[in-house]
């Protein structure tokens, strides 16, 4: 997070007048007294009421402390730069970086997806029902399949068919498509990005995969799961580095099942969680909820 960084000032996504006054604030610095009493002193002489606040410390001795404020400000869209301009006056005593977020805004959001359409299908029910606060600016796809689900809610659908000889080409065409969103989701894309793909979303790429790796890889996991008795489910939804499946973990989460599960009922209970995973993965995302640590998150959910 680059010191006093500031969003929510573009028109990007479309305003929804509920949120007008929210704020949230996400601060990192060193750990050491006085930092929450400093930061609620700020609000409160700013006019802001504070409705929600997390915190986290790595070590209470040399460690780094990382605060999440939800805040009310009266004509905050305003009032902001008021705001702005005492946090940058405390930034350089306090050695702290800041994200600076209007709620109204809502951020855009590119999915990838290949043939299979259950997280696309959540992602587009919870952007459409309110409970995912993003708009999906574009859904892309290597195969032609699931364009009627994109069109049946509006959303711009782009085929980009992905072979060994055009990769690198069909790479760029995304990127032309979708380069200035705010999140790029791989919705069980069976496609590997490249090292150059990932480090245009640097803690912006979030991918979704059955927590069957690195055990059961291959075309057909849950066969081989089956076979060999597995008990548990899971999803896990991670950023996306350049290291494959090695990015920081968001969410994840398992289902328990028994001899008696066939491989479509293993099937069928992999996508529910893959679902629930990465739609929640995402929702923490645009609510400011995640932040990156090294090679884990803090999530404040």
């Known amino acids: 997070m680059a010191p006093g960084t500031i969003l929510g000032m573009s028109a990007a996504g479309p305003q929804d007048p509920r949120f007008a006054d929210v704020g949230r604030l996400v601060v990192r610095c060193p750990d050491r007294p006085g930092i929450v009493a400093v930061l609620s002193r700020l609000m409160a002489?700013?006019?802001?009421?504070?409705?929600?606040?997390?915190?986290h410390s790595s070590d209470p001795v040399g460690g780094t402390f990382t605060l999440r404020l939800e805040f009310v400000l009266a004509d905050l869209a305003t009032r902001r730069v008021e705001l702005e301009r005492a946090l940058a006056a405390l930034a350089g005593e306090w050695q702290f970086t800041w994200r600076l977020v209007e709620a109204t805004r809502k951020p855009r959001l590119a999915v990838f997806v290949s043939k299979a359409d259950h997280v696309l299908q959540e992602l587009l029910y919870r952007v459409g029902s309110g409970d995912l606060r993003a708009e999906v600016a574009a859904v892309v796809s290597n195969h032609p399949d699931?364009?009627?689900?994109?069109?049946?809610?509006?959303?711009?659908?782009?085929?980009?068919?992905?072979?060994?000889?055009?990769?690198?080409a069909a790479e760029a065409r995304a990127l032309?498509?979708?380069?200035?969103?705010?999140?790029?989701v791989l919705a069980r894309y069976m496609q590997i990005v490249s090292a150059d793909f990932c480090s245009r979303f640097p803690?912006?790429?979030?991918n979704i995969h059955h927590s069957f790796l690195p055990a059961f890889v291959g075309a057909n996991p849950y066969r081989a799961a089956h076979d060999r008795g597995v008990k548990l489910i899971g999803a896990t939804a991670h950023y996306v580095t350049a290291e494959l499946d090695a990015g920081p973990i968001i969410e994840q989460e398992v289902a328990r099942v028994d001899h008696r599960a066939t491989v479509e009922d293993m099937r069928r209970i992999g996508r529910y969680v893959e679902r629930q995973v990465l739609a929640q993965a995402v929702t923490w995302h645009v609510e400011d909820r995640v932040i990156v640590e090294g090679d884990r998150t803090i999530v404040f959910a």
């Open 45 to 55: 002489d700013t006019g802001a009421n504070i409705i929600e606040s997390q915190q």
């Open 146 to 168: 699931l364009e009627p689900v994109a069109k049946a809610h509006g959303v711009p659908f782009h085929h980009v068919p992905v072979t060994p000889d055009t990769k690198d």
């Open 176 to 184: 032309e498509l979708v380069g200035d969103v705010d999140l790029v």
């Open 203 to 206: 803690e912006r790429l979030i």
